[in-house]
């Protein structure tokens, strides 16, 4: 009786587990994030809202991108729809009005123009300790919108103009450096509960409420302060 080879098989659990390591790559493959990527604004789509992917060089921005709004694209007064946290955002041309959603940062605001003023109504919170600038003496960043420190330090760097308009809160503080004069006009009462460092220039504080505690390194920088003028008063005016 002629004898029989038989090839061997596996069985179904050894099967199972040669395959299960290429099954764990692809869902790891699949579950990775995309990486963080730089999207400029290109305002080429009519709306002027960010969630739209043809405002933008390389798609609608995803959480942890960095933002960039350059000088010569269209719709300079656009619209946050989307409410995110990104790295940075960073502000090349002047004329840009920023508005919409709140926008959570991890790495700061950064005005480039050379001249003129930007501004940005955008609440924003802080996920980070890290710097607001602007970048030329002869350029102005208005940052209108309230401010969450959370418990980080915000620096405002830089030989521009940096205001800020609107009520910044949390227990952090805010170090004022640079050779720009910065400037605290909101007409509401701030809340943070950190120090106020200032470590060059000026910090003007304009309001009614001069509501912050302010140290100033070394001895020679100021702080001055405008208090409007009240019905049949004269404005004050102070340095310390």
Not at 30 to 42: D, G, I, L, N, Y
Not at 124 to 139: R, V
Not at 194 to 204: I, K, P, Y
Request: hydrophobic share 40%; net charge negative.
């Amino acid at each position: 009786m002629k004898s029989q080879s038989f090839s061997p098989s596996l069985r179904p659990s050894a099967r199972l587990h040669h395959c299960l390591p290429l099954f764990l790559v692809a869902t790891l493959w699949a579950a990775s994030p995309a990486p963080a990527a730089t999207r400029t604004w290109t305002g080429a789509y009519f709306s002027g809202y960010w969630s739209a992917a043809a405002n933008w060089d390389s798609g609608a921005p995803v959480a942890g991108d960095d933002l960039v709004f350059p000088a010569g694209a269209a719709d300079l007064v656009n619209t946050n729809n989307l409410g995110s946290t990104f790295n940075s955002i960073t502000i090349s041309g002047s004329g840009y009005v920023l508005r919409g959603n709140a926008v959570g940062l991890t790495s700061g605001l950064t005005a480039t123009y050379a001249s003129g003023s930007s501004t940005v109504e955008l609440d924003i919170n802080l996920g980070a300790s890290e710097s607001f600038e602007c970048l030329y003496s002869t350029a102005t960043i208005y940052i209108s919108g309230d401010i969450d420190l959370g418990s980080y330090t915000l620096t405002t760097i830089g030989a521009g103009s940096v205001r800020f308009g609107g009520v910044i809160s949390g227990t952090g503080g805010l170090t004022k450096s640079g050779s720009g004069t910065h400037w605290l006009y909101g007409a509401s009462a701030n809340s943070y509960s950190g120090d106020t460092l200032v470590n060059s220039a000026t910090l003007m504080l304009v309001g009614d409420r001069l509501d912050v505690k302010v140290s100033v390194w070394p001895i020679h920088k100021t702080v001055e302060w405008i208090r409007p003028a009240k019905a049949g008063e004269l404005p004050e005016k102070g340095r310390d």
